[in-house]
């Protein structure tokens, strides 16, 4: 990252974003979390995270109930984004226990101070009230608890305690937003662990199971559209405070979907499915470059079979060495 910054690493020299699939705190946490990292100075602007897209939700749902979930600080990132009524499936475990027979609290969180149950003293979730769209920020990390609500929850239109089948008339289709499809992710341990993506296919399981019918649903994040045309806009605003790129070229092209201002962007990753598959999709000026430490380890050949990726390298700072040589002759670059 040193070789993307001036030498005090306070300056960035390129616009530079962070696209990730992970989650679960604000993108000013995020960036703080990586400055720490990698010692420079990253701000909120330069990062994307798998929710982030679920802000222009807001818009047509801040004012309704949903259902949010996932590890971390979810609900209140849910709430800086603009959603003003939340409730969580532990909050929901709490108000009816009876719900989730085999589930025990082991947060340390315990349940919601008294008067301030969403189930209970707010009303979200009856018939006055129904959940209208559940949001899953993250990765869950009770699956018996987070199935077994959500299923709930879509069976019953929103209102709990009530499943309605399929072919009950006056049904309204429950929105389920999953803010990454990722199957498998790297960690510190050898092999791959199941993801967000993993859990998905879960829930859509069973509610196939349940109903013989398939789950409506919507994916966020890599490899899907939404995240990078994000950070297109944020790479481009970059590109005009850095003077690389007039005015006339930056956010505007980017939220009419026009990036021909970049000459390249790269798009270093190491999962095929999500980094390269989704740079790949995206075509010009997106160039994908594929990393050997993480999912991708290179075993089986010196690319990927399914996804292959326009460069392949071993690490990040092969990968920002072979943009920069790539790119020495352009106008500005663009790297991530």
Same mark, same amino acid.
């Given at each position: ?42 701000? $909120? ?34 709430? $800086? ?111 791959? !662990? ?131 040589? !790539? ?10």
């Amino acid at each position: 990252m040193q070789r993307l910054y001036t030498h005090q690493g306070m300056t960035q020299l390129y616009p530079i974003c962070f696209l990730t699939n992970g989650g679960g705190v604000t993108e000013a946490q995020k960036a703080q979390q990586l400055s720490d990292w990698l010692g420079v100075r990253i701000g $909120e602007h330069q990062v994307v995270l798998s929710h982030t897209p679920f802000r222009s939700l807001a818009k047509s749902l801040g004012s309704k109930p949903v259902l949010v979930a996932g590890v971390g600080q979810v609900a209140h990132v849910a709430r $800086e984004y603009g959603f003003k009524h939340i409730l969580t499936t532990a909050d929901i475990a709490h108000a009816l226990p009876k719900a989730v027979p085999f589930w025990r609290d082991s947060s340390g969180q315990g349940p919601p101070a008294p008067g301030e149950c969403p189930v209970m003293n707010l009303g979200l979730g009856s018939p006055k009230r129904p959940i209208e769209a559940i949001l899953v920020f993250k990765d869950p990390g009770d699956w018996y608890l987070d199935l077994q609500i959500m299923t709930d929850v879509i069976l019953g239109g929103g209102v709990l305690g009530r499943w309605k089948r399929p072919g009950d008339s006056n049904r309204v289709p429950m929105p389920i937003y999953f803010s990454n499809p990722d199957l498998l992710w790297a960690t510190d341990y050898p092999a791959p !662990r199941f993801g967000q993506g993993a859990f998905a296919a879960a829930l859509r399981q069973l509610y196939q199971q349940t109903t013989g019918r398939e789950l409506e649903h919507h994916y966020y994040g890599k490899p899907n559209r939404a995240p990078y045309a994000l950070a297109e806009e944020l790479l481009l605003e970059q590109a005009v405070t850095l003077g690389q790129v007039p005015a006339s070229s930056g956010a505007g092209a980017a939220k009419s979907g026009d990036a021909s201002a970049f000459g390249a962007i790269y798009a270093v990753g190491d999962n095929p499915k999500a980094d390269i598959a989704g740079a790949n999709a995206q075509g010009r000026p997106w160039v994908s470059v594929l990393v050997r430490t993480g999912v991708f380890t290179g075993h089986e050949g010196h690319n990927d079979r399914e996804h292959p990726a326009d460069v392949v390298v071993d690490d990040v700072a092969d990968a920002v060495e072979a943009a920069l040589h !790539r790119t020495r002759s352009s106008e500005w670059h663009s790297l991530r």
